[in-house]
């Protein structure tokens, strides 16, 4: 498809203003390397709060949830608890507030904080920055075929060559990503943090603007008749047994050749066995989400508001404002693409890539100036992910390996300027990696259910467990990164069959999850119980000023007898009430615009409801204690010298 002359002039205007703001914000962001990553803490929580949401407003995950919603239907909704999306509600209860209490600038150098900084400290502020920057090269990676795969759907084809295309089917693809990519790092590389917020507010008012826009057309062109007239039976039902139980051949419409491809999807999946795949899914994502942010974006966003108190309020407005207009956007893609099948995959129906249904739909439905519009919003949700990305990188490389290793002493601007070169070897990398991924599901799958069940364990036990140590943490890392990359390399060759069967069938990344997790266990107990606990000084300072719940009691004695006045966290209870009820709270953000595009009125209302009712706890139990919560400044412990 060619864009009208209109089109193309509104996503050039966007792409010219994006970049001014970055060089415009430079200075202010070029002071020292605290501006730069952080934006100096001067930045309002609701600012930071839609900054994020836009991050995570990314183009391939958007794809990705049309795809799940148009073939699982309303039991996609839990599908992303694989990642999982309720992480976010432990952070906006209790995590956020803990982490910026810590007052660094990375997760890396966090490690400090709990650690110490002798060997074992050392170790593990090493193995973290590396985890880092594999997440933030996968994430560069998932993005990059994302925007790929929508931009040279629209765009003229670079290379036409029959012989070049049939060697290299998705080249054009590729250089139209790299391109986009290379206009962002531009902004991002020269304005920090500061600019990395601006242009992503800027983006979000653009999203959500074509979000609504999408679900008015959707709504609109199809009648809910028609709607139905497409759909298999349980197909607008969030509840599940142990089968999914949705079988697209029952469908009765012109289309129903075609979308018994469908049961060839959802058997390719894994997700057949729906019951065994949520109990995994559930297993997996509490441990996940009690392990805190991973070092990217997300905790970089934490790390830049101005209190702990902000911190909270930042992660709950990401829920508020990504849901519900994303899944309002997501509800209209579908439906069109539902009503549409056979138009959108005239000449490639025995093997249709859904993943780009999106530009399909937008091409067949929306007019010149809207479509422009459009297209901006979703480079904009491409540009606001990536930029997110790449900002938390060079925090990595410059703060945690260049200033603490390297150059102790350096200017100011020396950092800044070294930051500039780290981030563009990381979009180098990411982009390289990108050639080689075939899908956004493959990438996403291994990132979220592989890669980071080596992260969970030895960051969940860093909160709660006061004897875990520096040599836990780097041993439970080694111990879980490593069978991840090694479990990646086995399966990509097939010499563990079992992991494609059992016991989810044709799901790998999940089916190794348990073992990732259990050799990560391993390492932290066995690096942490065969060598020394933390020095006593290094717990009571943490344990005094981030002040997490958990097995701290022999800390905490000590920090009483030092400050007779310290009341320990005793919000356990009330931290796993609001965190219950904030899952129950953030489903029907995204239930809900579904059921609205649906007009299924009463499933809408119910969730109405439920929304009315969980928000009414939070507020009593939740917004209005966070002062007493964590309206105080921390201190700085006092330690007698006999006590040290």
Known sequence: MHLHIIDLAIIL??????????????????????????????????FLGISDASGMFDIAGTMLLVYWLAVYGMKSMWIPWIWPVFNQIFLMVYLSPWLRRSNVMTGAEWMKTRFGTDKGATLSHFIV??????????????????????????????????????????????????ILMAITTVYVVKGGMMSVVATEVLQYCILSVSAIAIGIIAMVHVSPETIQSVLPDGWSNMTFGLNLNIDWTTVHSTAASKVTAFNEWIKNDGYSMFGLFFGMMVFKGIFVAAAGPAPNYDMQRILSTRSPKEAAKMNSLVSVVLNPTRYFMVAGLTVLALTNFDNLYKSSITSPDFEAILPEVLSLY??????????????????????????????????????????????????????????IAVVVVGITMGFFVESINQIALWIVASLWGGYTAANVLKWYWWRFNGYGYFWGMVAGISTSLILLVLEYFNLIPFLNDWPIPANPNMNSFPIIFLNSILGCLLGTLLTKPE???????????????????????????CD???????????????????VCWQITLMATPVFLVLRDFFSLIICLLILLITTTILKFNWWDKLDAKYGQQSTELIIPASKK
Not at 138 to 147: C, M, N, P, Q, V
């Open 13 to 46: 205007l966007y792409l010219i203003t994006t970049i001014f703001i970055g060089f415009y914000i430079s200075k202010r962001a070029s002071k020292d390397i605290k501006s730069y990553f952080l934006g100096g803490n001067s930045i309002p929580w609701y």
């Open 129 to 178: 920055v590396i985890f880092a920057l594999i997440s933030v090269i996968g994430f560069l990676s998932y993005g990059f075929k994302g925007i790929g795969k929508f931009a040279a759907a629209f765009l003229p084809p670079l290379f036409t060559d029959p012989a070049t295309l049939a060697q290299y089917p998705q080249i054009n693809a590729n250089v139209y990503a790299l």
């Open 366 to 423: 929306v007019p010149a100036g809207l479509l422009g519009l459009l297209m901006a919003g979703f480079i904009a949700a491409f540009m606001s992910n990536f930029a997110a990305t790449v900002n938390a990188a060079p925090a990595y490389i410059v703060n945690d390996i260049y200033k603490r290793y390297v150059n102790p002493n350096a200017e100011p601007k020396k950092y800044v300027r070294m930051s500039y070169i780290a981030s």
């Open 535 to 561: 020095q006593d000084e290094v717990l009571m300072r943490f344990y005094y000023t981030v002040r997490p719940w958990g097995f701290w009691k022999p800390i905490s004695e000590k920090v009483m007898r």
């Open 564 to 582: 007779p006045n310290f009341v320990p966290n005793k919000n356990f209870k009330s931290d796993m009430l609001n965190v219950v009820v904030g």
